[in-house]
């Protein structure tokens, strides 16, 4: 069975927020710093191909409801990502 959940801080396991990973997608990816450890947390990069491959298809739908389509697809889309988008610490 599958269980969909926010993804936690790695380093010290507390819940991020739905508008904070909803925000960062929105907003090119940036970062997200944990609001008890302040540890960056950043997208990892297969996670922003899979969003964009999920996203690009409708646009080449033809048919007389395009509009339509392409806005609930991507609705529909943008408001599961944040509970399958991963983050992780980045370690340089």
């Not at 990816?29 to 964009?52: L, M, Q, W």
């Not at 080449?60 to 529909?76: A, P, T």
Request: aromatic share 20%; net charge positive.
């Amino acid at each position: 069975m599958i269980t969909l959940s926010i993804q936690k801080c790695c380093n010290c396991s507390k819940p991020f927020s739905y508008k904070e990973i909803f925000c960062s997608i929105w907003g090119g990816y940036r970062a997200i710093e944990c609001n008890y450890c302040k540890t960056k947390h950043f997208i990892d990069t297969s996670n922003k191909i899979v969003f964009g491959l999920f996203l690009f298809p409708f646009f080449f739908y033809k048919g007389s409801y395009r509009i339509v389509v392409i806005v609930l697809w991507i609705s529909l889309i943008s408001s599961m990502s944040p509970f399958f988008v991963k983050y992780k610490i980045d370690k340089k």
